[in-house]
């Protein structure tokens, strides 16, 4: 199975900052990857797809980038309804597989 | 708007079976796979398994941790999304989510659809 390994674990950041999540896979998996938002008690929410697409209706705040098996994802000015957990996830094979996630909270 | 609510979640004990249904509504619920996670208190998402659309033969895919005791079915003329789970065990308690995931041909790609999640808590 293709392992991802997302980090840091914990992020804490000041509104207007900007924030850097990565995620690595053990192997190539081209652009096959996505990034997804969690707040506590809710679903998740997809924020980016195909590693750097931004969803529809997302604010161009986050963005993503990376291919094979480096990916970044990027809120370039944190805001305060941006805490949340967040999340990568690859579908380049099955098991479909997320990162560990990283926790973000407002320094 | 495409909606999708789980129901038959609850405090079931170890060993036992539990259904769990996905009512879909929003879309045309038979041209679509569908697909289940879930997620264990207070720890990440986990992938459970999918089914696809008729058109792609209905066929299933489970992750290895439920292969072999869960199974997912559907009936298109209800537009709901089936997860059996037999032989539970305490590691199963999560909150169960229905998805509709984006697909290319028989892949899942993207989950841009969930439901709200249902509780299953395996215990004695």
């Known amino acids: 199975d293709i392992q991802m390994t997302q980090s840091p674990s914990s992020l804490s950041a000041s509104v207007g900052d900007r924030v850097t999540i990565t995620c690595q896979a053990s192997?190539?998996?081209?652009?096959?990857l996505n990034w997804y938002q969690q707040k506590p008690g809710k679903a998740p929410k997809l924020l980016i797809y195909?590693?750097?697409n931004l969803e529809t209706g997302v604010p161009s705040r986050f963005s993503g980038s990376g291919s094979g098996t480096d990916f970044t994802f990027t809120i370039s000015s944190l805001q305060p309804e941006d805490i949340a957990t967040y999340y990568c996830?690859?579908?380049?094979?099955?098991?479909?597989?997320f990162g560990q996630g990283t926790k973000l909270e407002i320094k | 708007e495409v909606q999708l609510v789980e129901s038959g979640g609850g405090l079931v004990k170890p060993g036992r079976s539990l259904r769990l249904s996905c009512t879909a509504s929003?879309?045309?619920?038979?041209?679509?796979?569908m697909s289940w996670f879930r997620q264990a208190p207070g720890k990440g998402l986990e992938w459970v398994g999918f089914?696809?659309?008729?058109?792609?033969?209905?066929?299933?895919e489970y992750a290895a941790s439920v292969k072999g005791r869960f199974t997912i079915s559907r009936d298109d003329s209800k537009s709901i999304a089936y997860l059996q789970m037999n032989s539970l065990k305490t590691e199963d308690t999560a909150v169960y989510y229905c998805?509709?995931?984006?697909?290319?041909?028989?892949?899942?790609?993207?989950?841009?659809?969930w439901g709200q999640g249902t509780l299953v808590t395996v215990s004695s």
């Open positions: 192997q190539d998996i081209s652009n096959y």
């Open positions: 998805t509709r995931p984006r697909t290319r041909g028989v892949v899942i790609t993207a989950i841009d659809y």
């Open positions: 195909d590693a750097s």
């Open positions: 996830q690859q579908y380049d094979n099955l098991p479909l597989l």
């Open positions: 089914i696809r659309s008729k058109a792609y033969g209905g066929t299933t």
């Open positions: 929003g879309f045309t619920f038979g041209d679509y796979a």
